[in-house]
């Protein structure tokens, strides 16, 4: 696993598919939920994502947008619709403006014509430290263009979800990881300044490699050196350039990832000891881990633990 594919491995749809209208104008959708990611994809006509305080996006066929929560949104025919807005969100009534009662939220209600939108809404739920470090990587709203056609894997979902089949909900949460996974790397690919700069160090041979190695045997116990001659330079070539195009030093970076897989371990792993968890990321023993866990976080790694009625492990 690389550092990108790291960061999306704990987001996963789970009966996320809860819109899809064919809406006439005018018409106003008020996305009430905010939830961490609500990804979208306009497949036919055009509308205006409109959020309090910022200004309206346009976007049009073919278009996938992602936006990051709790802040709420809306999806209108024009700026200043007349349309009375129809809440909409994980559990709703059917937009009076177009869209039938679906059995998953709201659905398609007749064929899309010239003067019609459609569109795919989906809702991700992001979780744990892992989950927040993808969050604190994304702008509020992300617009990834089309070319006059959506996406391929939209048209697959809006077939879908128009009918009932065995398994259709599994289909249908694969379906949209796909999406959502290949919506967020272009956006990356495309962001001069925008993107992490861990992000466009991945394309380096020296530095992607590094990290690439640190994410996928996260339990070795590195050091520069180590790292330096397994992507095959000096330990200066490697902390430099590094540095340079990371912003942090190779052990920095590397202890803060693994404080944030750690953390997440300690909340959904009940069953393994503090010393365990130590061990998967890198860490001899218990004392160690901790001390470095409190020195990162600021708390000790017991305090992670989600509350249980059996007595904490902690050897």
Not at 237 to 260: H, I, Q, S
Request: charged content about 20%; aromatic content about 8%; some cysteine.
């Amino acid at each position: 696993m690389d550092a990108f594919g790291d960061l999306l491995r704990g987001v996963r749809a789970h009966g996320s598919v809860f819109g899809y209208p064919t809406l006439s104008a005018p018409w106003s959708l008020d996305f009430v939920d905010g939830p961490p990611l609500t990804l979208g994809v306009i497949l036919d006509g055009a509308g205006w994502i409109v959020q309090d305080g910022r200004e309206p996006l346009r976007v049009t066929a073919g278009t996938t947008v992602v936006i990051r929560g709790p802040e709420t949104f809306g999806f209108v025919d024009e700026p200043g619709t007349t349309a009375i807005p129809e809440a909409c969100g994980e559990h709703c009534s059917a937009p009076a403006v177009g869209g039938a009662l679906h059995h998953r939220g709201w659905g398609a209600c007749g064929e899309a014509s010239a003067d019609t939108t459609s569109m795919i809404v989906g809702a991700y739920p992001v979780r744990g430290e892992i989950g927040d470090r993808l969050l604190g990587a994304l702008p509020p709203v992300i617009r990834i263009p089309g070319h006059g056609n959506a996406d391929p894997i939209a048209r697959l979902i809006a077939a879908e979800v128009s009918t009932d089949r065995p398994g259709q909900q599994a289909v249908l949460d694969r379906l949209l990881d796909w999406l959502l996974v290949c919506a967020l790397r272009d956006w990356f690919d495309f962001q001069d300044d925008a993107a992490p700069q861990w992000y466009s160090a991945l394309h380096d041979p020296i530095v992607g490699d590094a990290l690439n190695v640190m994410h996928s045997e996260l339990d070795t116990p590195w050091t520069v050196s180590t790292l330096a001659r397994r992507v095959g330079v000096s330990r200066a070539t490697l902390a430099k350039r590094f540095t340079d195009l990371v912003g942090e030093p190779p052990l920095t970076y590397l202890t803060r990832w693994r404080m944030t897989v750690a953390a997440d371990r300690l909340a959904d792993r009940p069953d393994l000891t503090i010393a365990e968890v130590a061990r998967e990321v890198g860490y001899a023993d218990a004392f160690t881990f901790s001390t470095a866990f409190k020195r990162t976080t600021g708390v000790n790694p017991s305090s992670r633990r989600v509350p249980t009625t059996g007595p904490e492990k902690t050897a």
